[in-house]
Structures are given as C-alpha cells and as structure tokens.
C-alpha cells in the first residue's frame, strides 16, 4: 500500500521539473529507535512542500539530514539529480539549502544586521565593513518582511513576529535555494502569524524552494503545494495540496487512514 | 549586572544605544534626546563608570585642592595603567560569559619570570617576551581546559590562580629581584607630554587596539556572540570552543604586559600575587556596564571603571583615610554599581 501510495505521489509530482531536493530510502536509527526508515520525499523547485506528522514521527530527523546535521545510515540524498553527502551545516548551507531553526538562532544582544551577517561578515582590509552591512541588511530586510524591524536595532527590542522575520531573512538570502522552516509560526499571534505567512509566500514568490514543517493543517493548506505525511518514521502519503483536504491529511497523520 | 528585561516599551531605540554595541551617539532616531536621556535610569546605568569617576573627581578636589596638581594626575594616570590593561584582558573573558580569576597570578608569574631573566643578565628584549610568552601560555592553557576539557571556566581559572602563584614562587624562592634598569625608570616617569608617561601610552594603545577588535573585526563579533547566544553562534557556524581558547589567551598575554608595566614601576618584582588587581578587574568590568553573564560589552566602560577605582583609592589616601578602609570601599562602589546595573537596558 505504500508503495502504491509513492506511486501516486511521484505521479503528482512529476508535473515539476527536477526536484531541487530529493531523498530516497533514506533509513536513520538512534541505537534501536529507527528514526527514518526508507523514507521517499522530494522538494519541487520554486514550491513550498509542506512536511507534516505527528510528534516523534521523524521530521525534524528528516530535515536534520537534509541540513547536513544527521547523516542517513543508508539511501541518498540528492540535490538537483545529483548525490549529495553534507558532513556539516555548513555544507548543507555552502551548497544553498538554509534552515530557520525553531530556536530561530538568534543573538538577542546584538543588532539585527549583526545577525543577519552573523559569521558572514563582510569586512574591508580585513575591518568590518559595518556600514555596507548595515546597507545591505535594509535591503534584504525591506525586500521581504511586511513589518520591518529597525536594522540597528537590537533583537533583544523585536516581537517574536519580528525576530521570526529576521530569521527568515537570513536564511532567505545569500542566495539560498532551499529554505527550511521548522515550525516558524508555532509561537506566533494570530497577525504576526498572518505576516510570516506572507513572507513565505513572498519567498516562493522570489523563486526559493520552501520546506515547511507545520501542526497547522489551515496553514498547510493555505500555502504549500505539496503535502508529505510521516508516521512512525515512514513517509506513508504524498499528495497535491489541491488535491487533499485537511482532514484526509489528520487521518493520514493519526493513521485513521492508513496511507 | 543583570541584563534581563526590564521591560521598556519599544521605540526607544535611541536609548538602547548604551556603550554596548554601538558607539555613543551613533545615528538612529530619538525622541526629545536629552530629557528623556537625563531622566532614564538606564542611561545612568550605561555610563556609570564614567558619572561615578566626574563625580569624585569633583568631590575629592572639592575636598583637596593638591588632588587636581600635576604630581597627583601624572601619579593617578600611572597608576591605573596596569588595571586598565587588566581591565581590558577580563572584559574579553568576560563578554564570552566566562571570568578568569587567575589574572592576577598569572600577572605575577609574568612579573617573576621577568625578574629571573633579569637576574641570569639576559638583555632587557628577552625578559620583556620571556614575562609574555609565560603569561600567554598559562592563558592558552585556561583557554584549552575550559574550551576543549570542558571543565567550568571558574573552577579553571581558580586552579590557575593557585598554580601560577605557587609557580611564581617556586621560580623566584621568593625573594623579589631589584630592577635598575633605566628603561623602566623611563618609560614609568616620562612621557610624550606632560602627565601622561610612557605606560600610561602603552595602556591607551591596548585600549584602543582592544575597541578596535571588539567592534571592528569579525573575531569581535564572534567573541560577542559566543557570550550572547552559544547556541545561535555554533548553528552559524561560529566555533565557540576557539573563541574561548582565543579569549583566554588574550587575557594571558595582556597579563604579561601588565606584568611589565607593573615593574616598571615598582622597581622590583614582587613574587606574591596581588590579588586586588583581580577584585578590581572584575570590578572595573562590573563598573562599566559589561554583562557577566555575556554578549553585551564595551572596553570604553572598563577602562573608565578601572579609572575610577584608582582615583577612589588615590583620593582616600590623599584625604589620609586609612589604607584598611579602601578594600572597604571598592567593595561598596562595586556592589552599588551592581546595583545599578540592574536598571541597564
């Protein structure tokens, strides 16, 4: 039944061109817990894939491969049809995929161009080039986010909204390809999660790819093109957005539909 | 000291502009500046060393017209210039939410090292890297157990105080070792101009080289956050292990230039450590305005404190208060700065 499950999905997906991100039967297990198990998804280019689950289902391990924090124990990676292994985040965000951790990485003390820079500062003659980074972070800031955060202010001063923002901001730029989004609105308002919400659309819009892992089925079904569901650290169904409501989604996700 | 929030409404982002981040008077809007500055307990807060240190000055040349004298500046200057420098080396240590409470013995293992070159005649270059190297090296080391052996900063630092004392005096038996040197005369007694000597020189140019790292360079930065977010600076890719050996270090070798400044102008190398350069380090750090619990600092704020526990400690003894009430008071101004900073942005 899986199987005919994937089928269906590569069907729905293969209206697409290559996917930007793929993985295929990849299988992590944590001593005797088995995290991951052959799990199939792939991330269209200039979609927002929605990824969702129950609690311990496996995607937050799923997104940690992709990340290049976990490894997979076997099946593969790949990124634009070709096999990729990232040994770090840092490779993971040399070859364009950033991620927007829950915790959202944030240095609450320093301003926000600061951290939109963090450990990617521009320096001249080997000095801080504040003033251009300060320059830069406007734009990219201005570009994207509705509620636009003083980029000399500090973190510390932002709403969760706008800190949320920020985080995206970051991930959103350097030319990144693949943003992945762990649960940004989880700790958001009603209006500051309507304003995240933009901003993704807005980043789809600008031709990123965007993983987004949500509880919020609404929200699944408002923004994604595209719906993974993992249970057990299996990915049992994929489907058009489109072509699923939210509740076929529930019963995938508590099993009720088998999937 | 604690940088929790103290909740502020928002849009007073011109207030938040404390000696921090950003230098004073950096561009960024503000709401009838001076009133809403001069009412805010926050902006007393943020420049506390420098309000205390204008404010005793006042005082004690109220009380003492030969406090303001050219012998009592020129003295004052030189006298501080070590703790400056010390100031400095904790304030680095300090913003990656560490402490190192061994840089006085290792200050005093510098200055022991020092005095036995001197002693085995080896040219003055030597004993001046020789005190260096020495200092650096027992900082490395604290550097490398707290960021590699993961043993907690305090309890690194607290066997470090201990065995770089005991080091300096298993080296030196002891017995301090006379320096009658002409160059230690000259650079503690003259200067490039009036009042200020050569040592006092050399602790305003590690000021400035240490302001200039801090805010300029992306090391700066990085040190900045390590000691905000560990978290947030290890998921950018930050190394935070290498930032703290790096912090520790340049506590070290900071050290070991106050060691050479210290005898400079004491003439002699004394084998036992001084441990009120310790209190006051942290103390100068604590007085201007640096978070010990990290991510927040600046080097102008310390090298104030550090001024104005020097013209403290001058002014009661120009004023002939007894020497016994002087650890006394730096105790007094030290928890009331804490105080203080509790209202800081």
Known sequence: MTSLEKNTAAGGTAVAATPILEARNVSLSFGSVRALRDVDVTVAPGEITALVGDNGAGKSTLVRCFSGVHKPQSGEILLDGEPVSFCTPEAARGAGIETVHQNLALVEDLTVWQNLFLNRELTRFGMLDRKRMRTEAQKMVSELAVNVPEVTSRVRRLSGGQRQAVSICRAAGFSSRLVIMDEPTAALGVQETARVEQLILKLRDEGHAVLLISHNFDQVMRLSQQVWVMRAGRCVAGRRTEATTGQEIVGLITGAIPG | ?345
């Open chain 2, 1 to 345: 000291m604690s940088t929790a929030a103290t909740g502020t409404p928002a849009g007073t982002t011109a207030l938040s502009k404390g000696p921090a981040t950003e230098p004073p008077g950096a561009p960024g809007g503000g709401r009838n500046p001076v009133l809403a500055r001069l009412t805010d307990v926050g902006f007393w807060a943020d420049w506390a060393a420098l309000v205390g240190l204008v404010a005793l000055v006042v005082v004690f040349a109220i009380l003492d017209p030969g406090f303001l004298s050219t012998g009592n500046i020129t003295g004052m200057l030189s006298a501080s210039a070590a703790l400056v420098i010390l100031a400095v080396a904790q304030t680095f240590v300090v913003a990656t939410a560490g402490i190192d409470l061994s840089i006085a013995s290792v200050t005093t293992l510098g200055i022991v090292v020092l005095g036995q070159l001197y002693v085995a005649d080896q040219p003055l270059w030597v004993c001046f890297v020789g005190a260096v190297l020495a200092s650096l090296l027992a900082g490395l080391v604290n550097g490398l157990l707290v960021a590699k052996a993961k043993i907690t900063d305090f309890v690194v630092t607290l066997g470090m105080l201990s065995a770089a004392s005991g080091l300096a005096l298993v080296l030196s038996d002891g017995q301090p070792v006379t320096v009658t040197e002409g160059f230690f005369f000259d650079i503690s007694l003259d200067g490039p101009v009036e009042m200020v000597s050569w040592i006092v020189v050399i602790a305003a140019v590690v000021a400035v080289l240490a302001h200039v790292v801090l805010y300029h360079t992306r090391f700066g930065t990085h040190v900045l956050a390590t000691g905000g977010s560990p978290e947030a600076a290890t998921a950018t890719g930050i190394s935070t292990a290498r930032i703290k050996i790096a912090v520790y270090a340049i506590a070290g070798l900071l050290a070991g230039i106050a060691a050479i400044i210290i005898v400079a102008r004491l003439g002699s190398t004394p084998p036992a450590a001084n441990t009120s350069y310790l209190l006051n380090s942290v103390a100068a750090v604590v007085l201007g305005g640096v978070s010990l619990f990290g991510g927040r600092a600046s080097i102008l704020g310390p090298v104030f404190g550090a001024l104005l526990l020097t013209v403290l400690l001058n002014g009661l003894t120009t004023l002939g208060v007894s020497q016994y009430y002087q650890p006394l008071s730096v105790g007094v101004v030290v928890v009331a700065a804490a105080f203080l900073m509790r209202f800081q942005k």
